[in-house]
């Protein structure tokens, strides 16, 4: 299997203060990888080492079959990078923008960029700085795909996007996959992540403490149990992110089924629903109560 990214052992302080630490994933060339983690868990750093943008402390971080710190100009040619944030030259205009970013990598992206402005709805005789943040987040996903890259590296890519542009830009995304581009997508929106990735890891800390298909991530037996009515369920292994209303109670729930059913019988339940969780309350763990997949 040929990777699109190896990252093994990777290692970035800044002074003292920890970027990652001991870090290694794969992302093999044609997946939709997922990136997860809250603000602060080493996400971005990772990603701007992936771009040579920052040097590893220690350990190797190859993309397409090359070493970023040795090759890193013949990746770039071949890599579309929409970062967090985004800074253009004032005075400029979205399409003088575009004209720049292709004419960095000496090709004529005209046709595909307009494509690209018309789905996403980009105006692209607007200045600069007269753009909001969403459509400043428009013109950087026009520039990181316009050229066809091989493997599109987003970091948080959909804030400040509407709903709509959402649904497109994720659209877009996946055209781009059937036609075999690599998509590492980082985001601290799970559902983005369950809906549009095949695998994917979480980063805690600086640590890499979960990595695996996001359907297998899933499968971990627990349920939500929502409760109208009253029922005492307090004391129950297997419980937790318990929440209760006035006459409402809802938790997760992975313990002996027949022992919530004693309880339940024993209440007064006016209604009932056991569903499967999302993934953004299986991961809830990893973020709060230190869960580490083994």
Do not use: W
Not at 17 to 22: A, F, M, N, Y
Not at 100 to 127: H, I, P, T, W
Request: with cysteine.
């Amino acid at each position: 299997m040929k990777h699109a990214i190896e990252i093994q052992n990777l290692t970035k302080y800044y002074g003292k203060s920890r970027g990652v630490e001991d870090l290694s994933l794969t992302v093999a060339e044609g997946e939709t990888f997922g990136f997860i983690g809250p603000n602060g868990a080493g996400k971005s750093t990772t990603i701007r080492t992936l771009m040579g943008l920052i040097k590893p402390t220690s350990g190797t971080v190859r993309v397409l079959g090359m070493d970023v710190c040795s090759q890193l100009p013949s990746i770039l040619g071949q890599v579309g990078y929409l970062p967090s944030e985004s800074a253009f030259y004032p005075g400029m205009k979205v399409s003088d923008i575009l004209k720049l970013s292709a004419g960095m990598r000496k090709k004529d992206c005209r046709q595909e960029a307009q494509r690209l402005c018309e789905r996403l709805e980009l105006d692209v005789s607007r200045k600069a700085e007269d753009l909001s943040f969403g459509n400043r987040k428009k013109v950087s996903i026009v520039c990181a795909l316009q050229h066809n890259p091989r493997l599109l590296i987003l970091d948080e890519p959909t804030s400040g996007l509407d709903p709509l542009m959402q649904r497109e830009f994720f659209a877009i995304l996946r055209e781009r996959n059937r036609q075999g581009t690599t998509v590492f997508l980082s985001s601290h929106i799970l559902s983005e992540v369950q809906r549009n990735c095949e695998r994917a890891a979480v980063i805690r800390d600086g640590r890499l403490i979960a990595c695996d298909r996001v359907q297998a991530m899933s499968q971990t037996g627990a349920r939500r149990v929502t409760i109208h009515g009253t029922a005492d369920v307090s004391g129950l292994d297997g419980i937790r992110d318990f929440t209760s209303g006035e006459n409402s109670q809802s938790f997760l729930f992975s313990g002996d089924i027949n022992q919530l059913l004693g309880r339940l019988s024993a209440g007064n339940i006016e209604d009932l629903s056991v569903t499967e969780p999302d993934l953004e309350e299986i991961f809830l763990h990893y973020y709060t109560d230190g869960g580490e997949q083994q």
